[in-house]
């Protein structure tokens, strides 16, 4: 992998948008997301980025994976 030695390229700073309407809707996505926190490396979004556009996996399965590693899901 190529280092960006003249910081051409902005770090990468993932954040969640959600509407004011779909977290009243569904309030338990806020703690879903609250979850996620500090959880993801940025080594590990390249390999995220990579399974996905690289190697043309299915997102769901990519996501599961992660999750499972984490210890979020079962």
Excluded: T
Excluded at 26 to 46: F, N, R, T, W, Y
């Amino acid at each position: 992998m190529l280092e960006d030695d003249r910081r051409y390229f902005p770090p990468y700073e993932a954040v969640a948008v959600i509407r004011q309407q779909s977290l009243q809707q569904h309030p338990e996505v806020a703690q879903a997301i609250a979850e996620l926190g500090g959880k993801i490396s940025d080594q590990e979004m390249q390999q995220l980025n990579y399974a996905l556009d690289a190697q043309h996996r299915d997102v769901k399965d990519v996501a599961h994976e992660f999750l499972r590693r984490k210890g979020l899901v079962h």
